[in-house]
């Protein structure tokens, strides 16, 4: 007795003589390949392209920062020379520094009557403040002008990542040309820490704020407008990661084996459904011809 493997074949082999094509089952056919390579050109565009998924969490996401965060500050004031121009930084810790000047630039605006400030620096992760003001300059000016253009507030790390829009540079762009020049500006901003892990892990930090705004004349003791330009911030405990995803690849095999099979399946019910339909017709069309 010998044994044949051929038993065990589930996939039976109907002679070509035994099987009938129709024009109805090739133009099923037809449109099942053009279906089945549209879902599956879907499909891989959707595999090789990756995903941003976002989420929040109660932590601080940059332990090794040192209790740090990088500023980047780029101001112009067309109306105040560079000489009475001055940053000064003040936190909760204690933190006080007046006229604050490394890794920071001057340029003069308007043949030297305006300037412009670029400034990068690092505070502390607790409240405080810091301001673009005269405070630090030897002589106060009689008038001040603290009209300004903000043209970069950002915190941390750069992102430029097209798929994330936050509010990165929430105050890039703002004008304040056509406000009170002895007025002062208060620009109340919330922190937020922000955490970006592209596809092979690596993480980036950087921080999203909100703003909020107010001007006002301020006196001093002495009955003099010392106006300011203030960045009042602190930080929100949420933090918001974004994290890089691709479709798995076991994943994306099985929805094209679904998609194939699931195609053909269908397909294949419709034309015998036709087939059985039209053969019952015409028997009916020779039993009234008989």
Not at 6 to 22: C, S
Not at 65 to 93: A, F, R
Not at 121 to 127: D, E, G, L, R, Y
Request: hydrophobic letters at 40%; charged letters at 20%.
């Amino acid at each position: 007795m010998t044994f044949d493997v051929r038993r065990f074949d589930i996939y039976r082999k109907v002679p070509k003589d035994l099987t009938q094509p129709t024009y109805t089952g090739a133009f099923i056919s037809i449109l099942c390949c053009v279906f089945i390579l549209f879902l599956f050109l879907s499909e891989l565009t959707g595999f090789i392209a990756t995903e941003i998924v976002n989420e929040l969490y109660v932590d601080d996401p940059d332990k090794d920062s040192g209790g740090k965060i990088e500023v980047s500050l780029n101001i112009s004031l067309p109306n105040l020379h560079c000489d009475l121009v001055g940053l000064d930084i003040q936190d909760e810790m204690g933190r006080h520094e007046v006229g604050h000047i490394e890794n920071s630039m001057k340029i003069p605006l308007n043949q030297g009557d305006g300037c412009r400030f670029e400034g990068e620096f690092t505070i502390n992760k607790v409240p405080g403040n810091f301001h673009v003001s005269t405070h630090s300059a030897t002589a106060q000016p009689q008038k001040p002008d603290m009209t300004h253009t903000i043209h970069k507030l950002a915190f941390g790390e750069k992102l430029q990542v097209q798929k994330v829009q936050g509010a990165f540079n929430a105050l890039g762009g703002a004008d304040k040309m056509s406000s009170n020049p002895l007025a002062s500006h208060d620009y109340i901003l919330k922190i937020v820490p922000t955490v970006y892990e592209d596809l092979s892990g690596r993480q980036r930090f950087s921080y999203q704020y909100t703003v909020a705004n107010k001007e006002y004349v301020a006196y001093s003791h002495t009955g003099r407008i010392i106006p300011a330009i203030w960045f009042r911030y602190d930080l929100s405990p949420i933090t918001v990661k974004y994290t890089e995803r691709r479709q798995p690849l076991y994943r994306f095999i099985t929805t094209i084996c679904a998609i194939i099979g699931g195609t053909f399946t269908v397909a294949g019910i419709i034309d015998a459904c036709i087939f059985t339909a039209s053969e019952a017709w015409k028997k009916i069309q020779i039993g009234k011809m008989s």
